[in-house]
T-cell receptor
Framework: GAGVSQSPSNKVTEKGKDVELRCDPI?????LYWYRQSLGQGLEFLIY????????KSGLPSDRFSAERTGGSVSTLTIQRTQQEDSAVYLC???????????FGQGTRLTVV | GENVEQHPSTLSVQEGDSAVIKCTYS??????FPWYKQELGKRPQLIID?????GEKKDQRIAVTLNKTAKHFSLHITETQPEDSAVYFC???????????FGAGTRLFVKA
């Protein structure tokens, strides 16, 4: 079946613009994660959705970052007033439930110029 | 706090030798410990995982050991091959066993 799909694959934006990153998880997966990976670095936790529970937003670096998950499926990560330090690969992952294998999307490479 | 410490950050071994990567975690409620491999330019993929009710799990050349008392777990790769060269991440759930926090990663080089 289809894996986790992210769009766009690449995004170049001007400093100060808003961007939206999309994640389509594997159908039926209740857990969805967003991570940020800077070049050559680790996976920085951003936000976690589990079913209909309130999301864990503790990893969002500033109030310019927000995310939502509609209908327990597709998720959108929004970054407002982008800054150069926001440049990174944004990875989405989904799991059948908490504490099971996470399946990652191919990521969105965001470049802020 | 929520923290997963991973060592070493870089590891270079000769083909055929063993490689060991270690992680410690802070949340005593953590009960699921996966390891992911990320090849250059690719997405992370699960290679092995272990739950807290066992102390060791093996899958061919890869094994993971868990010490819940000390809150650390390790990845062991035996008979390393050049295709094992990648970045390896450990992970553990935090905050009551939900959000997954990753270690900083270990870049493994296997020299032919």
């Amino acid at each position: 079946g289809a894996g986790v799909s992210q769009s766009p694959s690449n995004k170049v934006t001007e400093k100060g613009k808003d961007v939206e990153l999309r994640c389509d998880p594997i159908s039926g997966h209740t857990a969805l994660y967003w991570y940020r990976q800077s070049l050559g670095q680790g996976l920085e936790f951003l936000i976690y959705f589990q079913g209909n529970s309130a999301p864990d937003k503790s990893g969002l670096p500033s109030d310019r970052f927000s995310a939502e998950r509609t209908g327990g499926s597709v998720s959108t990560l929004t970054i407002q007033r982008t800054q150069q330090e926001d440049s990174a690969v944004y990875l989405c992952a989904s799991s059948p439930k908490a504490n099971t294998e996470a399946f990652f999307g191919q990521g969105t490479r965001l470049t802020v110029v | 706090g929520e923290n997963v410490e991973q060592h070493p950050s870089t590891l270079s071994v000769q083909e055929g030798d063993s490689a060991v990567i270690k992680c410690t975690y802070s949340d005593s409620a953590s009960n699921y410990f996966p390891w992911y491999k990320q090849e250059l330019g690719k997405r992370p993929q699960l290679i092995i995982d272990i739950r807290s009710n066992v102390g060791e799990k093996k899958d061919q050349r890869i094994a993971v050991t868990l010490n819940k008392t000390a809150k650390h777990f390790s990845l062991h790769i035996t008979e390393t091959q050049p295709e094992d060269s990648a970045v390896y991440f450990c992970a553990a759930p935090h905050t009551g066993g939900f959000k997954t926090i990753f270690g900083a990663g270990t870049r493994l080089f296997v020299k032919a």
